[in-house]
C-alpha cells in the first residue's frame, strides 16, 4: 500500500524559508513522477512542481526562482525547499505520486489530476503573514 506523509509545513513571514518533505512508503515504479500541489482556501487544487524519475524537473511560474524540489532516494523522502515566500503561497501542500510512466511536460489540467496523480498525503499547512 502506498503512504506518503507530508511534513515541515508552518507559519513563517514574507521573505521566510520553509523545507517540506514527504516519507514515501510502499511505492515501486522504475519510471515514475512525483510532485507537490497546493491548495489555498477558495481556490482550486494547483500544481507546484514535479520530478521525473531521470531528475527532470517542472516548476510553476509563480514558484520559480523560489522552490526547490528534490529527493533523497535512501531516504525515501520528497522535498520542497521553499525560500522567499509570500503571504500568496499561503496553503495547504500536498505530495502525491503517479501510477508509473513519469511526469508529463507540462502540469496536467485540474479534471485530470486524480487519474494521473491516484496517491496522496494529507498535506501540511504553510502559512505566511505580511
Known amino acids: 500500500q502506498v503512504r506518503l506523509v507530508e511534513s515541515g509545513g508552518g507559519s513563517v513571514q514574507a521573505g521566510g524559508s520553509l523545507r517540506l518533505s514527504c516519507i514515501v512508503s510502499g511505492y515501486y515504479y522504475e519510471n515514475y513522477c512525483m510532485a507537490w500541489f497546493r491548495r489555498a482556501p477558495g481556490k482550486e487544487r494547483e500544481g507546484v512542481a514535479t520530478?521525473?524519475?531521470?531528475?527532470?524537473?517542472l516548476y510553476a511560474d509563480f514558484v520559480k526562482g523560489r522552490f526547490t524540489v528534490s529527493q533523497d532516494n535512501a531516504k525515501n523522502t520528497l522535498y520542497l525547499q521553499m525560500n522567499s515566500l509570500k503571504p500568496e503561497d499561503t496553503a495547504t501542500y500536498y505530495c502525491?505520486?503517479?501510477?508509473?510512466?513519469?511526469?508529463?511536460?507540462?502540469?496536467?489540467?485540474?479534471?485530470?489530476?486524480?487519474?494521473?496523480?491516484?496517491?496522496w498525503g494529507r498535506g501540511t499547512q504553510v502559512t505566511v503573514s505580511s
Open positions: 502525491a505520486a503517479d501510477r508509473g510512466g513519469g511526469c508529463p511536460q507540462t502540469f496536467v489540467r485540474v479534471e485530470q489530476i486524480d487519474f494521473k496523480y491516484p496517491h
Open positions: 520530478l521525473d524519475s531521470d531528475g527532470t524537473t
